[in-house]
């Protein structure tokens, strides 16, 4: 719509709405002037002219009717437009024809006062038409000449003197008109003008929601496809580690083994962005030991670090207890201590806790390393910001470590300082809330259980990792039955008597049927509760809330062999 067109259609708006106003009032000044003029005007013409101006204002007001309840668009503006104009222009020309029918020049009252009349009727059009010159005028210009034309044809010099002022008064009341419209047009302008900006803001932000969309699009698919080859080839690494090879092959093999591990870190990082923008990440609070959660983050980083440059110290006053998410609390302290040792070439990093006066308790992890400028410290808790890493290293990460941090310390409330200089080293720290002594039950190490003729259905449309798990879960004695749809699955357990004790059924299968789906079917067909879980490489928001929904537990792919047999008996073990 351009602007033209714009202030066409506020105009012709802002005109209706007044009209209903306006037909109201003319309707009652139509009846004050035919009680001026009843005892001393020709009844004839009088009626004449008053059925006359009703009708008019009858269709005026059945015009505004249809305008209201019509479904009008722009392109019919104009059209209702034009109707307004013609409706004034016949109302004015009705107006015109009292002076010319009945002003007398031996009744100078009658003619003062239908003068007044007429005055009162055209000040109040400016009001009520200005928002249009053009209405304004087709109302205004016949009125005036037909009431000048009265004066001249009925002569006096009362009539005449009316006759100059009238044309005064019109010059006056259309210099106002002019001007009412004119600042009425600068506002539709201005109004046009915001709008139009507006609708680019819009459509700005659509763009930028849709290429948000987009990109979640491409990495949950991206991430999903890279997921389903890593976790087969876990599932294989881990199988080869329990053959006998030579030196070499052991060799070639750790190499392998360290890179499925640097993928399986940066694949596991798009998951808890994926978790964390689908809300399904749980804050589930308790009273824990600080302390052992501290000594035990150390202790693997620092048998990790044995014989670097870099000295992991810890100092962590005894017995310090804390009310959070343990399990949350942990990712994101190792998070730090990872990104404190990736960008320490030498030197130290500590991991520290100590209690501060009002009963809270500081963790702090402090490096000596490259350190931020104070210019990167608003931007390096962004999603994929990375400093220092100009070739791209694999083994520092995607640039999602700190925002998982910060995003996990919101959801926590708890609250996380920086402070950093560069050549100088980094301090993050984390204020926890405190907590009593709480007796703590250290977990079972699950993969002590044994998996020996445990019945165990695995579900996978990927031949690959359907052929990787059988392989680790039969090393560990199960009895698999692995299978690529929830037929196929049901025959193979038909064909060797057997009812699965755990389903593990991957979520996206081939078809219209999922995961949870499958489960449901296979439940329903042993008429049993069968335990079972999902894993996944879906990532999407929309998916894992669906997940979710299904009551199951949820683990994606890729996983460690040993970890996932671990899950898997925790899991026969409930």
Known sequence: MTLTEFQLYEQTNALYKQLPAVIMGTAGVYVLTLGMLWSTSD???????????????????????????????????????????????????????????????????????????????????????????????????????????????????????????????LFILVSFAKNAHSVFQERSTLSYENKSLVDQLTEQKEAAENAVFAKDRFLAAASHDLRQPLHASGMFVDALNHLNLGKDAEAILEKLTLSTSSLNKL?????????????????????????????????????????????????????????????????????????????????????????????????????????????????????????????????????????????????????????SSPNVGTTLTLRLTSSDPVDTIETTDMLSLSLVDRVILVIDDELDIRDGMTRILEQSGAQVVAAADCLDAIRGLHDKDLIPELIVADFRLRGDINGIDAIKQIRDEFNIEIKAMLITGDTSPDRLLLAQAGKLRIEHKPIAAAKLLDIIASELVK
């Open 267 to 419: 694949l596991h990082e798009l998951l808890d962005i994926s978790r964390l923008d689908a809300n399904v990440v749980e804050y589930l609070p308790k009273g824990f030991n600080l302390s052992k959660l501290l000594e035990r983050i150390y202790q693997e980083y620092r048998d990790g670090h044995a014989g670097s440059n870099i000295e992991l110290v810890l100092s962590v006053e005894p017995s310090l207890f804390s009310y959070s998410d343990p399990m949350l609390l942990e990712r994101v302290i190792r998070n730090l201590v990872e990104n404190a040792l990736k960008f320490t070439d030498h030197g130290s990093v500590t991991l520290s806790a100590a209690r501060n006066d009002d009963e809270t308790i500081d963790v702090k992890v402090v490096d000596t390393g490259i350190g931020i400028p104070d210019a990167e410290h608003s931007v390096i808790f962004l999603e994929f910001t990375q400093l220092n890493n100009p070739e791209r290293d694999r083994q520092k990460g995607l640039g999602l470590g700190l925002t998982i941090v910060k995003r996990l310390c919101s959801l926590m409330s708890i609250p996380l300082s920086l402070e």
């Open 43 to 169: 009844r004839t013409y009088l009626l004449i002219w008053v059925v006359a101006a009703y009708s008019i204002l009858l269709l005026r007001w059945l015009s505004v009717l249809k305008f209201h309840s019509a479904a009008h668009d722009p392109s019919s503006t104009q059209y209702w437009f034009d109707q307004v104009v013609i409706w004034a222009t016949l109302t004015g020309i009705v107006w015109g024809l009292v002076p010319l029918l009945f002003i007398k020049a031996d009744e100078p009252v009658l003619t003062l006062m239908i003068t007044c009349a007429f005055a009162g009727y055209m000040a109040a059009s400016v009001s009520s038409m200005a928002l249009s010159f053009r209405v304004f005028l087709s109302f205004s210009v016949p009125m005036s000449v037909l009431f000048f034309l009265g004066c001249l044809l009925r002569g006096g010099s009362l009539l005449y003197a009316i006759a100059g002022m009238i044309f005064l008064f």
